[in-house]
């Protein structure tokens, strides 16, 4: 282990290189999970349903909250449960590329290992950045935005 | 172009409280030179892959030490890493990929330009008959043509030295001469060093120059394919009788053609180890014939590496490591 570790050390302290690495990393993910648009629509339509179907269901327990719009309590919500499942779901591509010996593969490139995770990191990041902005798009649809504003910073 | 010293790894267990050491490989010599090509043989958890990921750094050794293309595998790592290329067990591509774009993407990650490893990748894919399957997945590829893709992932940042981590295994016998054509190549065209682990015999005798026989950890034998089957004495003849009564006095007829040996029976067969077989074939079938033995075969084998195997570990390769 700490022989690994000063490897990184060594490898990071030709700056330009480590961030090379992880873009090389980052674009290959990116570009592996865009050629499979299922997955991209899927990852986009789940905030949407899950906003139109359940937020109706929620609008009885509005008042209850002290508001009048359920959407105001749900789309923050959402927002944490996609933060949450997010970084549960981070290291599942993780898995199949280890199977498929990928990771092994790129271990015995020169390039750092902390970019072999940063890259992969950093798409789930994207991904998860795009579906949050859709949901507080969807928000503001829905009437979020309004007098109180609470929708983001949570105080709702 | 390897030296390794004492090379060893082991790993420990815990059974409940209790933890046992497994000694994967206890304290190998490795001598490779340039320009060779040396093959790795043992049968399933001698430590062959093992031993090979400490060479490739993926692996620190417990103990021990090895210089890979000159580097020190525990001090110079990414200089090693840089020098080698590495062909898994397991593949290297995912399977949902571009084959051209892992190809490429694996090549910049050895520091080389997008453009140059383009061109590298497909050179590659010309000289291992992939043409024509850049922008396939290696979902849709038969499984000689993904061994190949693998191959050129390994070689796409131009390596002196290549390791090959049971390269043939799971091919046809098609696929697999195919392959072997292949890595033959890359000594010839690349100048390449090449150290490849195999179980199969044939496999190490139609490519190797020299031969490395670990079992246990241990390596038990290691020198060319010609040397090692010598060391197996003689051929081994075989012969199967059509009658069981047959059995006693045809083992005698057998014996007779080496002075003090005794031939082995099982059944209606009957064998045994004889130097130089062709020339005594001729008197051994005119002795059964005089003696009015009826034969339903005869077969004579040279010494194949098996039996090199079962000389040198008292074991049979085929028998899987208990």
């Known amino acids: ?156 | 172009m390897i030296h390794a010293r004492g090379l060893a790894r082991s790993f420990t267990t815990k059974k409940g409280r209790e933890k046992t050491e497994v000694k994967a490989v206890d304290g190998v010599d490795i001598d490779v030179e340039d320009g060779e090509i040396v093959g790795f043989l043992g049968p399933n958890g001698a430590g062959k892959t093992t031993t090979l990921r400490m060479l490739t750094t993926l692996l620190t050794p417990t103990s021990g030490s090895a210089t890979v293309a000159g580097y020190d595998v525990a001090t110079q790592a990414e200089q090693v890493r840089r020098s080698i290329g590495y062909v898994s067990q397991s593949g290297s591509t995912l399977p949902e990929a571009l084959a051209g774009e892992e190809v490429v993407d694996h090549g910049r990650l050895y520091g080389i330009s997008k453009a140059q490893a383009e061109k590298r990748g497909r050179q590659l894919f010309d000289q291992l008959d992939l043409d024509g399957l850049w922008t396939r997945k290696p979902s849709a590829m038969s499984g000689g043509q993904r061994r190949r893709l693998d191959i050129a992932m390994g070689l796409v940042h131009d390596p002196k030295l290549i390791f090959l981590d049971e390269p043939t295994t799971g091919l046809d016998p098609q696929a697999r001469a195919n392959l072997w054509e292949h890595i033959s190549a890359l000594r010839t065209d690349r100048g390449a060093t090449i150290f490849l682990t195999t179980h199969y015999l044939d496999e190490a005798d139609a490519l190797c120059d020299r031969i490395l026989v670990i079992d246990h950890g241990v390596i038990v034998a290691a020198d060319t394919p010609e040397v090692l089957k010598q060391s197996v004495s003689g051929d081994l003849v075989e012969l199967v009788l059509s009658d069981a009564g047959d059995v006693a006095r045809a083992a005698i007829a057998l014996a007779a053609l080496v002075p003090g040996s005794t031939a082995d029976a099982d059944g209606l067969t009957v064998s045994m180890r004889v130097p130089h077989a062709g020339r005594q074939l001729a008197g051994l079938l005119r002795a059964l014939d005089r003696d009015k033995i009826a034969l339903d075969s005869i077969e004579v084998r040279r010494p194949t590496l098996d039996d090199v195997f079962l000389t040198v570990t008292g074991r049979s390769l085929r028998e899987e490591a208990a």
Not at chain 1, 19 to 42: D, K
Not at chain 1, 63 to 92: C, H, R
């Open chain 1, 1 to 156: 282990m700490t022989l690994r570790h000063g490897d990184d050390v060594a490898s990071s302290v030709h700056g330009g290189n480590f961030a090379r690495e992880t873009w090389i990393v980052f674009f290959r993910q990116l570009r592996i999970a865009l050629r499979n648009p299922a997955w991209v629509i899927i990852g986009l339509v789940q905030p949407i349903l899950y906003l139109g179907l359940f937020g109706p269901l929620l609008e009885p327990l509005a008042s209850s909250f002290g508001t009048d719009n359920a959407y105001t309590i749900f789309v923050p919500g959402l927002l944490v449960q996609l933060g949450i499942f997010g970084a549960l779901f981070a290291g599942f591509g993780l898995v199949a590329e280890w199977r498929a010996g990928v990771i092994e593969a790129e271990r015995v490139t020169p390039a750092s290992r902390t970019a072999l995770l940063l890259g992969r990191i950093l798409r789930d990041v994207l991904q998860l950045l795009v579906q949050g902005i859709v949901l507080i798009a969807l928000g503001y649809a829905f009437g979020c935005g309004r007098p109180s504003a609470g929708c983001c910073s949570g105080s709702c």
